[in-house]
Structure formats: structure tokens, C-alpha cells
């Protein structure tokens, strides 16, 4: 991991300009796409393995995941759902901001709450959090933001790394960062259980066969 994180493979450009309204179709594609991979390389660059560790352990033993997302982490919110499922886990997520508050109240002190926010101050996670955090569940914040709001009830921290321009306000590097954050943990929760996870996954895929024509 060391290595790769420091490999040339990983030296895309970075075009942090914005579209312009002179720019070829060409270039403005261009600056879309390295911004893309440049979310991608930066969060890579910028995942703490220790708090991702730390993370998969308390997901892998938690009674409920809980997962709030408003907006475009909403959906982040039930890709998490849908990856952490195929391994066995049992997940609730929410990303109507009346829900969210909603669904604290069954929140316990062995459950898992795992707050996505670009920002970390969207207003519905950050009062959330607040509730949470007094019932003593394990709170996992994804955000672009160190020091943000949500970050000050999390438990653990998982950064991604993402520079918006105004064309891609809430758009796929942010995205793209905080599903990339996801099937890390996912993956790394699977391999706190490898053998079990491996088991369900099968047994998933086996479920769905009959989806398929």
C-alpha cells in the first residue's frame, strides 16, 4: 500500500480549472475526467488504514449498520447498504432528513451509525449525530472535511479527498470518492470474517440467479 501510494502511476494532472465558456468540447472533458481521477488518487492517498481497520472491526460487530446520506451521499448511502448486505450484514439506511431524525430513537448502544457527508455540515446528519452520540453507538463519518461538524461526534474519521469546481458541485468526483471509501470498507469488514463473508456472498449471487433470464 505504501508503495503504491507513492508510485508514478498515481501522478495524473490535476485540472482544478473550471469549465469555460471558450473551452473545446475536448478540454472540457478533459478537465472533467482528471478531476475524476484525481478524487480517486487523493482519497487513496489520504485513507488512514488504521482508522479504516478500526472501522471494519466495529461494522463486523454491530448489530445494525445505520447509513445517512442526504442528496448525492444518499445514494452513497444505499450503495453502502447494498455492499455491506451482500456480505451478511444487517443495514438500515436513510436519506430523507425527517427519516434520519426519525430513526434515532431506535438507535442502540451496540449498533453502528455511518454519517456520509461531503461537506460534514449538513444540517439533518449533524443534529443526528448529536442524538447518537448520547445513546453510545459507534458513530463512522465519510467526509471531504477533517474538521467539520459531523466529524466532532464520530468515533472514527474516513476522508476522502475532493476539490469541487462549480460544475461538479455534489457531482461524481464526490461521488466517486466517497463510493471508493465504501468498497474499502466493505472489503476490509469482509476480511475481519473472511471465511463467513465469502459464505454469504455466495450465497447472494446463488439468490439472485433467479433474477436472470
Given at each position: 500500500m505504501t508503495l503504491a501510494r507513492n508510485s508514478a502511476y498515481f501522478d495524473t494532472p490535476t485540472i482544478f480549472?473550471?469549465?469555460q465558456k471558450e473551452d473545446h468540447l475536448n478540454v472540457a472533458i478533459e478537465k472533467i475526467y482528471a478531476n475524476n481521477i484525481q478524487a480517486l488518487n487523493g482519497t487513496f492517498q489520504s485513507l488512514d488504514l488504521k482508522e479504516l481497520k478500526k472501522a471494519a472491526e466495529v461494522i463486523?460487530?454491530?448489530?445494525?449498520?445505520?447509513?445517512?446520506?442526504?442528496g448525492t451521499s444518499g445514494m452513497v448511502a444505499d450503495y453502502a447498504s447494498y455492499r455491506f448486505t451482500r456480505i451478511g450484514l444487517l443495514?438500515?439506511?436513510?436519506?430523507?432528513?425527517?427519516?434520519?431524525?426519525?430513526?434515532?430513537?431506535?438507535?442502540?448502544?451496540?449498533?453502528?451509525?455511518?454519517?456520509?457527508?461531503?461537506?460534514?455540515?449538513?444540517?439533518?446528519?449533524?443534529?443526528?449525530?448529536?442524538?447518537?452520540?448520547?445513546?453510545?453507538?459507534?458513530i463512522i463519518?465519510?467526509?471531504?472535511?477533517?474538521r467539520s461538524p459531523v466529524t466532532k461526534s464520530s468515533s472514527i474519521v474516513l476522508r476522502s479527498s475532493?476539490?469541487?469546481t462549480p460544475f461538479e458541485s455534489g457531482d461524481m468526483p464526490s461521488l466517486m470518492a466517497q463510493?471508493?471509501?465504501?468498497?474499502?470498507?466493505?472489503?476490509?469488514?469482509?476480511?475481519?470474517?473472511?471465511?463467513?463473508?465469502?459464505?454469504?456472498?455466495?450465497?447472494?449471487?446463488?439468490?439472485?440467479?433467479?433474477?436472470?433470464?
Open positions: 480549472e473550471n469549465i463486523a460487530s454491530a448489530r445494525i449498520i445505520y447509513l445517512f446520506g442526504v443495514t438500515k439506511s436513510y436519506m430523507d432528513s425527517h427519516l434520519i431524525s426519525m430513526s434515532t430513537a431506535t438507535i442502540q448502544a451496540n449498533d453502528v451509525v455511518i454519517a456520509i457527508s461531503q461537506s460534514g455540515s449538513t444540517t439533518a446528519i449533524v443534529k443526528a449525530l448529536e442524538s447518537v452520540k448520547k445513546c453510545g453507538a459507534n463519518s465519510i467526509t471531504s472535511h477533517s475532493v476539490h469541487e463510493l471508493s471509501v465504501v468498497d474499502a470498507l466493505m472489503v476490509a469488514a469482509a476480511l475481519e470474517n473472511f471465511d463467513a463473508s465469502m459464505n454469504r456472498i455466495q450465497a447472494a449471487t446463488e439468490a439472485l440467479k433467479s433474477k436472470k433470464l
